[in-house]
Nanobody, 122 residues
Framework: QVQLVESGGGLVQAGGSLRLSCAASGTIFSINTMAWYRQAPGKQRELVALISSGGSTVYADSVKGRFTISSDNAKNTVYLRMNSLKPEDTAVYYC????????????????WGQGTQVTVAS
């Protein structure tokens, strides 16, 4: 059993900042990547940022220069620092992780958190 638990969402004024956290727990052998996705009402879920176990990062063009993804591999935790927030950043933010649960199982599986609401007021 693997669980991803997000925290840190909330209501913020445009131009403000928030930091999201996501901790993975349970039966984990290794984590390949951790990522943040978001889904606004009436829109498809989209990738916001991704970090590999080696520290490589990928960002959506819409958040480059404003958001920073980081991780603490020892704690199986990923963070998303969001600065200069805009109303269009309003969405439910989901944590995602590509996890290998055992040394005896070579395949991996993607797990999702329950989501945390981020609302940016204009």
């Amino acid at each position: 059993q693997v669980q991803l638990v997000e925290s840190g969402g909330g209501l913020v004024q445009a131009g403000g900042s928030l930091r999201l956290s996501c901790a993975a727990s349970g039966t984990i052998f290794s984590i390949n990547t951790m990522a943040w996705y978001r889904q606004a009402p009436g829109k498809q879920r989209e990738l916001v940022a991704l970090i590999s176990s080696g520290g490589s990062t990928v960002y959506a063009d819409s958040v480059k220069g404003r958001f920073t993804i980081s991780s603490d591999n020892a704690k199986n935790t990923v963070y998303l620092r969001m600065n200069s927030l805009k109303p269009e950043d309003t969405a439910v933010y989901y944590c995602n992780a590509d996890i290998r649960v055992s040394q005896w199982v070579t395949t991996t599986k993607y797990y999702w958190g329950q989501g945390t609401q981020v609302t940016v007021a204009s």
